[in-house]
């Protein structure tokens, strides 16, 4: 939609993600007792890098923020509000659970037992038509969409989803990962965690049972990032949980009881905000930091220098470069995309293929981007980056994407590609397409990439 008003895809992005917060604080104000309690959670928001680093980073967290206050808002009405809003407020909270399904399908453990506490609260006002309505309104987004993406992808689940858990990694190794994320996190965001243990302690020990089911989705939440390994993104997959936990943790606690204790409070986080290593307001425009922890990088400084809006005024204002960001990831790819080219590999494949262009093939190593990659287990088990599992080259694959045929050396491996072209490539409804796509979502391809395993 703003493309029809600007084509500067940089400022299209933030300002979509600017108008999904802002409404996101909206609706938090509405779910929050007053505007005391709401001032002292927009100041925990922004002390906070995990949550604001992710708020105009171009990826999903914005909408995920809109979705999930919108979930918090009907919550709260439904536990605080009278009987009466109850056949009203039931479905909205459906509707959001539903959509946060569709942002995120790992939002799921978020909020779903604190969806389930409210039905079970409140279904003796529920009958049979009630509760299909109710599931209509929760699974139906999640249905809709997992529809289409199986008949247009022949997948139900993101390409980068398979590249990221479908790794051959030990699962010990993998939770070790997880848990260094949190310290990561403990280390250089300390009121994420503070604020998402204090959160549940006080979701426990306050009157209000309701607020349980809450806290029990944000542990099941930081638990599943553990199990998965975390990020390489410091924060990002905290952020939504700290959203839930710092509404929670205000409902409980009515600050405005002890005389001077907003003031304090306010005065302490201030203090926190301004004084704490580069939190998102004491950074400056010349913000930059490329350290990295097991793995896990504060990545509001590996790119801010490059990509900030007052990178983006100066480069409006000089026209330096054709490109921008001023990155070398970009400059590469606006060098190639202009050359002769026909295939590259890449595992940069944001800066490096938005200038690459569309004329350009990129195999990507990583697998994000590259139906092959993303099902084969990582090359090297024992030194390997968070979210950057590389597999092995393929001999024979890139010719195989030149040429428009399975040319790959080893028969089994060739056998398997040729189904995943027809599954991505193929025509939509042909028969063979089909049979491929239940044949890989059913797993009967896990034979190739093990064998392919086995020779390597």
């Not at 940089?10 to 779910?31: D, E, F």
């Not at 946060?100 to 038509?129: E, I, K, M």
């Not at 553990?226 to 990020?231: A, H, K, L, P, T």
Request: with cysteine; charged share 20%; hydrophobic share 50%.
């Amino acid at each position: 939609i703003p493309r029809i008003v600007s084509h500067d895809v940089y400022l299209n992005a933030i300002v979509v993600s600017v108008v999904l917060v802002v409404l996101a604080l909206v609706l938090i104000r509405r779910a929050l007792r007053d505007e005391v309690t709401f001032a002292l959670a927009v100041v925990l928001l922004v002390c906070c890098n995990g949550f604001m680093d992710f708020t105009t980073a171009g990826l999903e967290n914005p909408l995920a923020y809109l979705v999930i206050a919108f979930y918090l808002l009907q919550y709260a009405r439904l536990f605080r509000g009278e009987k009466a809003e109850q056949p009203v407020l039931l479905p909205r909270l459906a509707l959001a659970f539903g959509l946060a399904l569709v942002t995120r399908h790992d939002l799921l453990l978020l909020l779903l037992p604190s969806f389930v506490q409210a039905l079970l609260v409140h279904r003796s006002g529920l009958r049979g038509r009630g509760w299909v309505s109710l599931a209509l309104l929760a699974l139906g987004p999640l249905a809709a969409w997992s529809s289409f993406a199986l008949v247009y992808y022949g997948s139900l689940f993101p390409n980068p989803a398979l590249a990221k858990l479908n790794t051959g990694i030990a699962h010990a190794d993998l939770i070790r990962q997880g848990a260094r994320y949190l310290v990561a996190s403990l280390r250089f965001d300390t009121v994420a965690v503070v604020v998402l243990a204090a959160a549940v302690v006080a979701a426990f020990a306050t009157r209000e049972r309701w607020m349980r089911g809450l806290a029990l989705g944000v542990l099941a939440n930081v638990a599943y990032v553990v199990w998965v390994g975390g990020d390489f993104m410091l924060g990002r997959f905290l952020s939504f949980a700290y959203l839930v936990a710092v509404v929670m943790l205000l409902s409980c606690m009515d600050i405005r009881r002890t005389r001077g204790a907003p003031a304090l409070a306010g005065a302490v986080l201030l203090a926190y905000a301004f004084v704490y290593p580069h939190t998102p307001v004491n950074s400056g425009r010349r913000y930059s930091n490329t350290t990295q922890h097991a793995g896990i990088a504060d990545e509001r400084g590996v790119y801010f220098t490059a990509t900030s809006i007052h990178a983006y005024v100066e480069h409006t204002r000089t026209r330096t470069t054709p490109y921008f960001p001023d990155h070398a990831s970009a400059k590469r790819g606006y060098e190639i995309g202009r050359g002769p080219y026909k295939l590259t590999d890449s595992n940069m494949i944001g800066f490096f293929g938005y200038w690459c262009g569309t004329r350009v093939m990129i195999a990507d190593r990583l697998g994000l981007a590259d139906p092959l990659f993303a099902r084969l287990p990582v090359a090297d088990r024992q030194r390997w980056r968070i979210g950057h599992f590389f597999r092995a080259p393929v001999p024979g694959y890139y010719e195989s994407i030149v040429h428009d045929d399975a040319e790959i050396h080893d028969p089994q491996l060739n056998d398997y590609y040729r189904k995943i072209r027809l599954v991505t490539q193929g025509p939509i409804f042909s028969k063979e397409r089909w049979g491929a796509i239940v044949a890989m979502n059913l797993g009967r391809g896990d034979r190739y990439d093990a064998a392919y395993e086995a020779r390597r």
